[in-house]
Every structure is written in C-alpha cells, then in structure tokens.
T-cell receptor
Framework: GNSVTQMEGPVTLSEEAFLTINCTYT??????LFWYVQYPGEGLQLLLK?????DKGSNKGFEATYRKETTSFHLEKGSVQVSDSAVYFC??????????FGAGTTVTVRA | NAGVTQTPKFQVLKTGQSMTLQCAQD?????MYWYRQDPGMGLRLIYY???????DKGEVPNGYNVSRLNKREFSLRLESAAPSQTSVYFC??????????????FGPGTRLLVL
C-alpha cells in the first residue's frame, strides 16, 4: 500500500534560518505529492503540490521537488519567519481522490 | 464564503454515549471526508463520500457511521463512544475535478474527549 515517511520533529529554528523537512514515499504507481500546513488551532491547508516527476511546487517561499528516483519530496525554505511556526504534513494521492498523510513535523521558529 | 464548517468545536463524552459531528461546505464540492488526527500518527481517513449518495470506508472506520445528507453536509456518528476515540476530528471537501490532483479543504476541527 501507499505510505509517507517524514522526518521526526520537533524542529526548532531561529528566524532567517534554512528549513528542510524530509519526506519519502512508497507507492505502486505515480502518485501526486502534497505538502499541507496546519497553523495552531486551525485545520490543514494546502501549501504546495507536484503531480509528476521533476515538478517543483512552490508557495510562500517554500519549495519541494518531486524526485521519482529517490521517491522523495523534501520541503525547503531559505529564510523562515516566526509566522512559519506550524505542523507540516507530507501527503500523496495515487489512484483516487484519497490522501495518505505522513505523521507531521512540528516546526517552531524563534525570534 | 465560510468554506468548511464543523460543529461542535469541543465535546466531552462518557464511555458509551453517542454523538454526531456535523460538517458542511459551501464550495459546491462533490467529495467529502472525515479524518481523525492523533499525536505522531498524522491524519487517518475514517470515511469518505465521493459524491452525494455514496459513502465508503477509509482506513479506520470501526466504531463510526456516516451520512451524506445532501451535497453540502456530511455527518459522522459515534454510536457508543470509547476512550480510544479521543481525538481531533477533521472534515474536508474537494472538487473531484482532476484525478490525483485534488486539493482538499479542511474545517477547523472538533476536539473530542471520551472519559
């Protein structure tokens, strides 16, 4: 079956630091890949997505590239802000509309 | 445009009690979903409804039932609550326009505590 593995948190950074959250996946075919973000007290919202190999998703300064050869979709941001403190979820969708989520990575950015 | 709304926001139940979690979306989406979120386990799909009039089991359906009342509303019922059902429950919806390209829109969640 499909599965997503994310690096364990929590991750604590200082403002303007570089952020990377690793995500690898297992799928039988060619899934679409997503990063969702959950700010404190809120539901999840889509951050970015990529639907085929070598696609790069980007939004709000975050980027992730679909790497089929390494089955990875790592999330990066060059300079984080306090407002980026949240829980980040990697997810995939393969043969239907359902999403399979990773466990989530909690990121805290300190001023 | 309220998006996806959920009620209640917080609920405390005793073991064996029943309750229904309500979810509504005003985006004219075809598909709706119920997830539970537990620490260290991400979100797990309980039930989903690909379109009005259809429902299907997800990864963890035991102990739950659902009703797709109409295109807007999708409710989740716990018939006899157990402490293992203590969790945060999220409802979501999506357009079903593009296979494998769905963006799901989430409600704010319901925090349930079963004593």
């Amino acid at each position: 079956g499909n599965s997503v593995t994310q690096m364990e948190g929590p991750v604590t950074l200082s403002e303007e630091a570089f952020l990377t959250i690793n995500c690898t996946y297992t799928a039988t075919g060619y899934p679409s890949l997503f990063w969702y973000v959950q700010y404190p007290g809120e539901g999840l919202q889509l951050l970015l997505k990529a639907t085929k190999a070598d696609d790069k998703g980007s939004n709000k300064g975050f980027e992730a590239t679909y790497r089929k050869e390494t089955t990875s979709f790592h999330l990066e941001k060059g300079s984080v802000q306090v407002s980026d403190s949240a829980v980040y979820f990697c997810a995939l969708s393969e043969n239907d509309y359902k999403l399979s989520f990773g466990a989530g990575t909690t990121v805290t950015v300190r001023a | 445009n309220a998006g996806v709304t959920q009620t209640p926001k917080f609920q405390v139940l005793k073991t064996g009690q029943s309750m229904t979690l309500q979810c509504a979306q005003d985006m004219n989406h075809n598909s709706m979903y119920w997830y539970r979120q537990d620490p260290g386990m991400g979100l797990r799909l309980i039930y989903y409804s690909a379109s009005e009039g259809t429902t299907d089991k997800g990864e963890v359906p035991n102990g739950y039932n659902v009703s797709r009342l109409n295109k807007r509303e999708f409710s989740l019922r716990l018939e006899s609550a157990a402490p293992s059902q203590t969790s945060v429950y999220f409802c979501a919806s999506s357009t079903s326009e593009g296979w494998r390209q769905e963006t799901q829109y989430f409600g704010p969640g319901t925090r349930l505590l079963v004593l």
